[in-house]
């Protein structure tokens, strides 16, 4: 039986058809599902190669696979799961589902196993695999936005189509024995940038929806001076991190950048959102952004490592805001309200505590090892957690119309 619902403009039309696999009814759901168990299996293989126990990507470089790995195969599923979901917001146009959710989600699988076994001889089709993936999503994305004549809706796609270039240039650096460095730093830039961007109309949107079922007033309205200047220094700090990490012009404005986020951070603070395990979770980790934009001012001025800033940002900041919003996203779209487990409390912190944890093995190198097996098997947690109750709705659960509360008709991303 199919649903026959007209698609309305302005928000995600809800005549999806409900008669086929509900793992491929929504984009989030195979890609959340996917990245969260590719979150595990990725950090679990760094440490039994960390150890020793294991040899990975020797032709690639073990190192550049653990950082590819994070970078443009586990934070792209979870961002292209939400940019499926946000996408029909803006259009008002049916959402991907079925069989070409299923051909696109195999071809980031595929990504991943081919970038497991990379070798000599099958280098390029293997790296070839993996890099079709953003590009087609672009496509996707571009297409559905010029049909629907919502061109002021490119920024998202333009941040999946330079990961996509930087993942070309990441690729050929790696192959040839370059530094995979800078590559690496314009990649977290970008997510950085993505979320800088939008936290702005994401943050206070979902706290002022909780803030009003709690019956507290809501936020005050957003100053786009303050936000202007937020983005711009931002942007500013992460082309100079990612071009001269150690120039002193990068610590000079690191250090502007980390005071503009204290500021907008502060804006958005209310000591009972502390209450609420998911709202807390997004607060906590855009928090990690100045932190990490400290870390660079660190970094360039000798105080601390040169990977520090860039886990600070990867593990605390996106990823901490990555598993917050999975959450959030994941209940409002299959009618469950906030009311979430203690397991479920639990995923946001573990990864806060992972960064931190990690930042302790580039303090005390000496304890390197057991360092890192201890910050990856709080990541490992983190997303066992998130799948205990997560795994289950995203396979299963559909939303009830009728019966159960719709999700909000716009969650602006711009």
């Known amino acids: 039986m199919k649903e026959e619902t007209r698609p309305t403009r302005g928000g995600i039309p809800r005549g999806l058809g409900r008669d086929g696999a509900i793992l491929l009814s929504y984009g989030f759901r195979p890609f959340y599902l996917g990245a969260s168990l590719w979150a595990i299996a990725t950090i679990a293989i760094w440490i ?22 994070l970078l443009f195969g586990f934070m792209p599923a979870v961002l292209v799961g939400y940019l499926m979901t946000t996408v029909p917001n803006w259009t008002g146009r049916f959402p991907l589902s079925g069989k070409p959710l299923g051909r696109l989600f195999i071809i980031w699988v595929a990504g991943r196993l081919s970038m497991l076994m ?32 919502r061109i002021a809706d490119v920024k998202p796609i333009l941040c999946v189509s330079s990961l996509a270039l ?17 590559w690496a730093r314009a990649a977290l830039s970008v997510y950085v940038l993505l979320i800088t961007a939008t936290s702005d109309k994401l943050i206070p949107s979902f706290t002022n929806s909780w803030l009003a079922q709690s019956g507290r007033p809501r936020l005050a309205t957003g100053n786009r001076i303050v936000d202007s200047f937020v983005l711009t220094a931002t942007l500013l700090t992460a082309t100079m991190w990612t071009y001269e990490p150690s120039s002193l012009l990068t610590a000079t404005l690191a250090a502007v ?39 660079m001012g660190a970094t360039a001025l000798d105080l ?6 860039m ?27 906030e009311k979430i487990s203690w397991v479920q409390r639990l995923s946001v912190p573990c990864v806060l505590f992972a960064a931190g944890v990690r930042i302790a093995a580039d303090l005390i190198p000496e304890y390197y090892g057991p360092v890192i097996a201890t910050s990856g098997l709080f ?30 008709t716009r969650i602006n991303m711009r």
């Not at 089709?125 to 993996?130: E, T, Y």
């Not at 040839?176 to 460095?181: I, L, P, Q, R």
């Not at 998130?386 to 999700?407: E, I, Y």
């Open 48 to 69: 039994c190669t960390n150890s020793g126990w294991l040899q990975t990507a020797e032709t690639y470089g073990q190192s550049a696979w653990h950082a590819h790995e």
């Open 118 to 149: 990379v070798g000599e001889t099958t280098a390029v089709i293997a790296l070839l695999i993996d890099w079709i993936f953003l590009p087609l999503f672009a496509y996707f994305c571009l297409r559905e936005v010029w049909v629907a004549r």
């Open 166 to 182: 930087i993942n070309g240039g990441f690729h050929i650096a790696a192959m040839h024995g370059g530094d995979v460095g800078a």
């Open 257 to 295: 950048a980390a005071g503009a986020h204290l500021v907008r951070a502060a804006r958005w603070f209310r000591p009972m959102i502390l209450r609420s395990p998911l709202i807390s979770g997004m607060h906590f980790s855009y928090g990690f952004i100045p932190l990490g934009l400290l870390g």
């Open 304 to 309: 601390l490592g040169p990977l520090t800033a």
């Open 311 to 337: 886990h600070l940002l990867a593990i605390g900041s996106v990823t901490g805001m990555m598993l917050a919003v999975m959450n959030r996203s994941i209940r409002l779209h299959t009618g469950r309200n």
């Open 379 to 408: 990541w490992i947690s983190a997303f066992v957690l998130f799948l205990r109750d997560n795994a289950g709705l995203l396979c299963h659960v559909q939303r009830q119309p009728g019966r159960q509360p719709s999700p909000p």
